[in-house]
Nanobody, 116 residues
Framework: QVQLVESGGGLVRAGGSLRLSCAAS????????MGWYRQAPGKQRELVVV???????TYGDSVKGRFTISRDNAKNTLYVQMNSLRPEDTAVYYC??????????WGQGAQVTVSS
């Protein structure tokens, strides 16, 4: 019903920036909330940031002040602007879409690697 395509991952030096995008496509769905999670090797998946339909955001403590979420409702696209990147930000970043009704969909993951 919903397909999520992530883009924007890659390699960046410490202190640099990246912007990830997550585009939702399909038909007959309405999005309740969207967000980003990440998982580093050997670690649990953790919250990066989520945003609900009213625009309320919740950031993980480790990214607060450095990452900013935004969305284009007309395009069903989610973004996260990541600034002041650190090596510990290296992870696979997953887009999450929660539909009205509660069904969850995950993107394929985008690798972000930050080198020192």
């Amino acid at each position: 019903q919903v397909q999520l395509v992530e883009s924007g991952g890659g390699l960046v030096r410490a202190g640099g920036s990246l912007r990830l995008s997550c585009a939702a496509s399909g038909s007959g769905f309405s999005i309740d909330a969207m967000g980003w999670y990440r998982q580093a090797p050997g670690k649990q998946r953790e919250l990066v940031v989520v945003i609900n339909s009213a625009g309320t955001t919740t950031y993980g403590d480790s990214v607060k002040g450095r990452f900013t979420i935004s969305r284009d409702n007309a395009k069903n696209t989610l973004y996260v602007q990541m600034n002041s990147l650190r090596p510990e930000d290296t992870a696979v970043y997953y887009c999450l879409v929660v539909l009205i009704g509660g069904n969850n969909y995950w993107g394929q993951g985008a690798q972000v690697t930050v080198s020192s």
